[in-house]
């Protein structure tokens, strides 16, 4: 490719992921100040730039009701940045946001005045209901149908919500964020948890949370359930979706404040702007167990920015699936063919039906997004693409998708690429699969491997075929006209499929029918 090629491709539209452009957010926190740029507004939004910097205007705050001048100082030279980054990264809209420690400053009206001569637009200083809206639209945008509470912690607040799939309940702001509580408890752990107890023990949310999971938003609870991970040895790095049973959480804050950071397995899992902090978002946390008595607590990775970009969107967007609208942007940008992809959907359906495989509601979305992503390794070296899709599956930022569903997906993407080889290691993504969804699986991936011979990365042929059990025989017809494709290998591919249902297999290839006829045949 010559130079006048690359830029004849650089300068191409790059599709529908661009939408109507990149838009942005600088959160001004308690804590710190982000900028997160998005490839657009979309239900399942994806990160193109994203920075902190930990200006700790909550500090000052907690001591004596303002702002310092060297936090202050320290956020506009951040917001300086982020503003001159979202102008030559041609963002269309950009969102300032400001949430506790500006609203609760005395000087927070004229820090709020800084920003909007700097920046050259209105700041959003949002109120503790507005904050706890935003937390739970995050939640709405990160979650399939959620039911629990939301709970946003930073450095100033503590704001809780009920959210039922896509209805908001009560939401409240607590003067609990981690630099708030470690300032009014004069650095005592102690009298930290009598400020935690009497302030959530007057909590409309909490009541409402019993039996069900509660959605913790924030960095310091990240940090927290990254050192969760961390002791327990778990098989994914992937924080969103992350859950824990709430008896074992509490448990393990309980630990931690007793014994220290020091003494889990690895603390540097928690940056050192964030160490300060974690014990006192573990107390919060035990005590919204205590008093919520919640089935599970659940990690969210998105939050208020993401939920100022959902709340501008329009319902039909929102009512999308971002399961799925996110893996058909990764088949747009990684497979061979989109469209084999989504062909590989209904065909798969097919198949399952022709087996009398039954699948819930649950698993056949789950399905749908495994065929959608069956093909984004293709790029690398034959040897490493199970690897490389395990690897994209472990990492990518699919929303909608808890973590034994992303081992159901990397199970069989892995397996599609090779993983019928004797003697193959067992899989960690297979350790968060129950029985059911690793059987499941394995089968699909053995479809899979039948598929993509016939219709390597390549539409319209796999819709002109067709599976059929006869007795004891399954039998995949090929039209006429394609009778060619059935040869050594796909016979092979169909006799893993018929072992995957323990059975034995042969290749038949009937010349004078009107079909070429693959068929796998029952162990006599």
């Known amino acids: 490719m010559t130079g006048e090629d690359v830029a004849e491709a650089a300068a191409r539209p790059r599709g529908p992921m661009m939408g109507n452009g990149r838009v942005g957010v600088i959160?001004?926190?308690?804590?710190?100040?982000?900028l997160v740029l998005y490839?657009?507004?979309s239900r399942a939004p994806t990160v193109f730039f994203n920075e902190k910097v930990l200006a700790g205007l909550g500090?000052?705050?907690?001591?004596d009701g303002k702002l310092t001048d060297e936090a202050v100082d320290r956020a506009l030279a951040a917001i300086t940045r982020f503003v001159?980054?979202?102008?030559?990264?041609?963002v269309h809209a950009l969102t300032i946001v400001a949430t506790a420690a500006a609203r609760d400053a005395s000087n927070g009206p004229a820090f709020i005045t800084r920003i909007e001569a700097l920046s050259g637009q209105s700041v959003r200083v949002l109120n503790g209901r507005e904050e706890a809206e935003m937390a739970a639209a995050g939640v709405l945008c990160g979650f399939w149908k959620p039911d629990g509470v939301v709970g946003d912690l930073g450095g100033g607040s503590l704001e809780l919500i009920d959210v039922a799939e896509t209805t908001l309940g009560p939401g409240g702001s607590f003067p609990l964020g981690t630099l708030r509580l470690r300032g009014d408890a004069g650095q005592s752990l102690e009298k930290a948890a009598a400020i935690a107890a009497k302030a959530l023990s007057r909590s409309r949310q909490l009541p409402l949370l019993t039996g069900r999971d509660f959605y913790a938003v924030g960095g310091t609870w990240r940090s927290l359930f990254r050192l969760h991970m961390m002791e327990v040895g778990y098989p994914m790095s992937i924080m969103h979706h992350y859950k824990v049973h709430a008896g074992d959480m509490a448990a393990f804050c309980d630990r931690l404040l007793k014994d220290g950071l020091e003494t889990m397995k690895d603390p540097s899992a928690v940056s050192k702007g964030r160490r300060g902090l974690v014990p006192w978002g573990a107390l919060v946390l035990r005590e919204i167990i205590r008093t919520g008595r919640p089935q599970a607590v659940v990690a969210s990775a998105l939050g208020v920015r993401e939920g100022l970009i959902y709340d501008t969107l329009g319902e039909e967007e929102r009512g999308r699936d971002p399961?799925?609208?996110a893996a058909e942007e990764l088949a747009v940008l990684r497979s061979r063919s989109p469209r084999n992809a989504s062909e590989l959907v209904d065909w798969t359906t097919m198949v399952f039906n022709v087996l009398g495989v039954s699948e819930t509601e649950a698993e056949v979305r789950l399905r749908g997004a495994a065929c959608l992503l069956a093909d984004i390794a293709w790029r690398a070296h034959p040897d490493y693409r199970g690897d490389q899709a395990i690897a994209v599956l472990s990492?990518?930022?699919?929303?909608?998708?808890?973590h034994p569903g992303r081992g159901y997906i990397a199970t069989a993407l892995h397996d599609r690429y090779g993983g019928f080889a004797e003697g193959s290691s067992t899989l960690a993504s297979e350790s968060l699969c129950s029985a059911r969804m690793l059987q499941r699986a394995k089968l699909l991936a053995a479809a899979f491997r039948v598929a993509f011979v016939i219709a390597p990365g390549v539409p319209h042929l796999l819709p002109r075929t067709h599976m059929v059990k006869r007795?004891?025989?399954?039998?995949?017809?090929?039209?006429?006209?394609?009778?060619?494709?059935?040869g050594e290998?796909?016979?092979?591919?169909?006799r893993q499929l018929a072992k995957s249902l323990n059975m034995d297999g042969r290749i038949e290839v009937g010349e004078a029918q009107p079909m070429a006829v693959l068929s796998a045949t029952n162990r006599t």
């Not at 959160?27 to 982000?34: A, K, L, P, T, Y």
């Open 27 to 34: 959160d001004v926190g308690s804590n710190s100040v982000r």
């Open 39 to 41: 490839e657009r507004a």
């Open 59 to 63: 500090e000052g705050v907690a001591v």
């Open 84 to 90: 001159a980054l979202a102008r030559e990264a041609e």
């Open 323 to 325: 399961l799925i609208l």
């Open 395 to 402: 990492n990518v930022a699919l929303y909608g998708v808890d």
């Open 471 to 486: 007795g004891e025989t399954l039998t995949l017809l090929l039209p006429s006209d394609l009778g060619a494709l059935a």
């Open 489 to 494: 290998r796909p016979a092979r591919r169909m």
